[in-house]
């Protein structure tokens, strides 16, 4: 299993045993140290002891209060596409595990790209710094920022916080003891939580935390929402299991190679899904919840960076387990895709390969959500 997967083990207790007891009194240690630290940089921020630079264009974040999948990316190619066409958007991501040449994007600023392309993609761990190169280069009035509520020196007009239904409060301690980055009462600045994944739990369940979320700020806006599978996306790459990293590649091959087919195909089918992505069982839940049937998986440390060999591995299990269809997360094949070796020409496996491409979905607050996005932009941009 790897690192993340473990640690989630650990933290929600159920990994069991002396060394797993003695790990969470060495972790908790390690953080009430990281709590004091976190809660001292936003008390010198709300005091403005520390000082948040303000730019000139409407600046909306887009982030949340825990590590791992909240389903935020979904939400910011959403977001993107209610700023209005006569505005210049740009994306500002800190692109974990990329590097600036934009043809080696990591996953999410990848998918980004290929989802949002009416907005440009600025990869910069400094916020800041990428949002004055965005104005300066390409005269950006909207700035999107990427998982940026932690990032408090880039002042923001509006924050939109993604909590996860499914695990709202990082099992209620801090990094690492918890998956929490910050207290829960950080939301108290917030403007708006977009509640992801609410089919995944049930109605009291997530009655009782809307209550807990208005109890914290009841002047934000919240809206429930749900992932919507909608589409299987094929490509018929070929993979050969070897050694090293996998190469960079032509993008035109990603056009060349797709197709697209229903999520009812889904139904009957065995599938073997794999994915490198901070929440996986949503992923795999999803995938039952389509009426397939998952014969096997294979999980990976979110963000990880795959080979030749990988997929090689992933191929020869699924066929040991007689899968129909390897299946994978949008956001691991878009990675894939964008770093594939170009001149490759025997598939290992007469399995084919295919990504379930997931958009949001609003059950409540959508409008009120629209509302508060159009009158952030209004009061930055004067004639819109």
Request: proline content about 3%; overall charge negative.
């Amino acid at each position: 299993m790897d690192y993340e997967q473990s640690h989630r083990r650990l933290v929600s207790g159920q990994s069991s045993g002396i060394c797993a007891s003695l790990l969470r009194v060495l972790l908790r240690i390690a953080s009430f140290v990281y709590s004091v630290i976190v809660r001292l940089r936003n008390f010198l921020y709300s005091k403005g002891w520390l000082k948040a630079h303000r730019v000139d264009a409407a600046v909306i974040c887009v982030g949340n209060i825990t590590v791992g999948g909240t389903g935020k990316t979904p939400l910011v190619v959403w977001l993107c596409r209610q700023i209005p066409s006569r505005c210049n958007c740009a994306i500002l991501t800190r692109g974990y595990k990329a590097t600036q040449d934009s043809k080696s994007y990591a996953d999410e600023p990848a998918m980004l790209a290929e989802s949002c392309s009416q907005a440009r993609i600025i990869v910069n761990p400094d916020r800041l710094a990428g949002a004055a190169e965005a104005i300066r280069s390409f005269g950006a009035e909207v700035l999107i920022m990427d998982d940026g509520f932690q990032h408090r020196r880039l002042a923001r007009d509006l924050d939109i916080i993604a909590i996860d239904a499914t695990q709202p409060f990082g099992y209620g301690k801090m990094l690492p003891a918890g998956l929490l980055r910050e207290p829960v009462t950080s939301l108290e600045r917030a403007d708006a939580v977009v509640i992801t994944r609410c089919d995944q739990i049930d109605e009291d369940q997530l009655a009782e935390l809307e209550e807990e979320l208005r109890a914290i700020n009841p002047d934000m806006v919240v809206a429930k929402s749900i992932h919507a599978a909608a589409s299987i996306e094929y490509f018929d790459l070929p993979v050969i299991p070897a050694k090293g990293e996998i190469q960079c590649v032509d993008e035109k091959m990603d056009s060349r190679f797709r197709g697209n087919d229903s999520v009812e195909q889904l139904k009957g089918k065995r599938i073997f899904a794999f994915c490198g992505i901070g929440n996986p069982d949503a992923f795999l839940n999803t995938i039952r919840a389509l009426g397939a049937e998952l014969v096997g998986s294979k999980i990976y440390d979110d963000h990880y960076h795959y080979t030749d060999s990988c997929l090689g591995e992933i191929s020869e299990q699924a066929g040991k387990l007689e899968a129909d269809l390897i299946l994978t997360t949008e956001k691991d094949w878009t990675k894939l895709i964008s770093n594939f070796k170009s001149q490759i020409s025997d598939f290992i496996s007469s399995i084919p390969f295919a990504c379930l491409t997931v958009e949001i979905q609003f059950l409540t607050g959508r409008e009120e959500l629209k509302s508060l996005i159009e009158s952030t932009i209004a009061s930055r941009i004067p004639g819109t």
